[in-house]
T-cell receptor
Framework: NAGVTQTPKFRILKIGQSMTLQCTQDMNHNYMYWYRQDPGMGLKLIYYSVGAGITDKGEVPNGYNVSRSTTEDFPLRLELAAPSQTSVYFC????????????????FGDGTRLSIL | GDSVTQMEGPVTLSEEAFLTINCTYTATGYPSLFWYVQYPGEGLQLLLKATKADDKGSNKGFEATYRKETTSFHLEKGSVQVSDSAVYFCALSLMEYGNKLVFGAGTILRVKS
């Protein structure tokens, strides 16, 4: 039972390079999320998706793009890497809430540690 | 806007000491509340949750009670172990589009033997 799988685990990029962080989940969750975690800070939401073909901006979307062509996959793309994007990136997924109270936890991957030099 | 405030760390305790990590929130609606834990080198894991006022979430000896009157969700454990050393995040979620989480900054807990 893999859960949420992120690749790669570590990456070093040069300024201006581009790359895609991969995220896949095998729990058939409708909702998926990308966060970044900076030292001493909580997680900030970059983008999220409520289902295949639907994506929305979170709190800190600038410099990133996402797509959701399948339920399982939710890749995050950095087009022009900048030093400010040095961070640890987490992907998460959750089932869609069906009751009157929001109680579905999010399931997290192990993260991708990205350094931009 | 919606926000979560946690006590600053790091919190350093001896084994078997009592733990409290304070968490307060501001929300535009009626949130559900969560505690997540992050062990070194890993992603976040759900520790416990509470979805309405006066609910108590509990797991692995940790407890937190949803206090609507004081907008708080403090995490407690009666006797910590070295293996509890981790970063603890308080978070809220509103029943809205996307069911997004708002996280506190996290509190580092270090337990010494």
């Amino acid at each position: 039972n893999a859960g949420v799988t992120q690749t790669p685990k570590f990456r070093i990029l040069k300024i201006g390079q581009s790359m895609t962080l991969q995220c896949t989940q095998d729990m058939n969750h409708n909702y998926m999320y990308w966060y970044r975690q900076d030292p001493g800070m909580g997680l900030k939401l970059i983008y999220y998706s409520v289902g295949a073909g639907i994506t929305d901006k979170g709190e800190v979307p600038n410099g990133y793009n996402v797509s959701r062509s399948t339920t399982e996959d939710f890749p995050l793309r950095l087009e022009l890497a900048a030093p400010s994007q040095t961070s640890v990136y987490f992907c998460a997924s959750s089932p869609q809430d069906r009751g009157p109270r929001s109680n579905q936890p999010q399931h997290f991957g192990d993260g991708t540690r990205l350094s931009i030099l | 806007g919606d926000s979560v405030t946690q006590m600053e760390g790091p919190v350093t305790l001896s084994e078997e000491a009592f733990l409290t990590i304070n968490c307060t929130y501001t929300a535009t609606g009626y949130p559900s509340l969560f505690w997540y834990v992050q062990y070194p080198g890993e992603g976040l894991q759900l520790l416990l949750k509470a979805t309405k006022a006066d609910d108590k979430g509990s797991n692995k000896g940790f407890e937190a009670t949803y206090r609507k009157e004081t907008t708080s969700f403090h995490l407690e454990k009666g006797s910590v172990q070295v293996s509890d050393s981790a970063v603890y995040f308080c978070a809220l979620s509103l029943m809205e589009y996307g069911n997004k989480l708002v996280f506190g900054a996290g509190t580092i807990l270090r337990v010494k033997s």
